[in-house]
Structure formats: structure tokens, C-alpha cells
């Protein structure tokens, strides 16, 4: 059954198929431990988002999520209100449609930071020293059977 993206659901899933993931827990063993490896995820909507699903968007003209990461594990995954509720070590900006490409595997982590189709905020040398993982992160979302809320 597709789950919808974004969503509650959709968090719980990836967080779940995370968690199930050997190859993710082996590539990430060394993320955040010992600093703060969590991310929010910030997907910019536009107006067309905010008339078909209202109660997703509100007047925000953002959704963010928080996904806790530590030593392979997804430690934690919400929906966000406001930022200064959360600790976290880096934040991902990006329109819904690239959020979209990722998640259906036609952009990769790394390129797709690269390219300028994600901003970060945070520390992208760490990124980079710890790619295997962040690439095998997103493909697990790939694995999600996904319904693209627009």
C-alpha cells in the first residue's frame, strides 16, 4: 500500500525501513556519535500545494521534518513546527519536486547537494566524509512505495 508523501506516515516508514536496514546500520555506524548527526528536512511548497492539502501545508510555504540519526540507527522522525523546538546538526532545503526526484531515485544524496538542487545548512565536509551512508539513506526511501501528494 502507497503511503503519502509528505507525510506522518510517510516519516514512520522510512524511520521503520531504516532501522530494518543491515546495510544502512554497517555505512552509518560512525554518523553522530560523539556529535549531532540529526537532520530536519525542510520541503518548500508552493500555492498549489497550500489550495490541494491545506491541512498538510497550513499558510507555511514549508513542511519540515526531523530525522534523528546515530551510530546506523534512526533514533527518532516527526513532523516540525518550529525549528527552535529541535536540536539537530543540519538542515536540507529543497522544492517538493527535487524532494519528489529523491525519493523516486532520479536524483542521488551526494549529486543532488552537489548540483545545487539542496541546499545545506551544516557541515557538508562531514557529509562527504560519511556519503556511503547518506547515499544508502536515500535509497531506502527509494524502496518506499510511494503517492505523491501533488
Known sequence: MAVDFPSDGWIDEWKAQLNDNDEYAEKASDWG????????????????AKEKFPELVGDNDKVQYFIGLEGGECTGAYQVDDLEDVDYGFEIIGPYEN????????????????????????????????????????????DIETNFVY
Open 33 to 48: 556519535v560523539g556529535w549531532n548527526g540529526d537532520f530536519i528536512f525542510t520541503i518548500e511548497v508552493d500555492d498549489e
Open 99 to 142: 524532494w519528489k526526484k529523491l525519493a523516486n531515485g532520479e536524483i542521488g544524496a551526494i549529486d543532488s547537494l552537489m548540483s545545487g538542487q539542496f541546499e545545506l545548512n551544516g557541515d557538508m565536509q562531514r557529509v562527504m566524509q560519511y556519503s556511503d551512508g547518506a547515499v544508502e539513506m536515500v535509497e531506502t526511501a527509494t
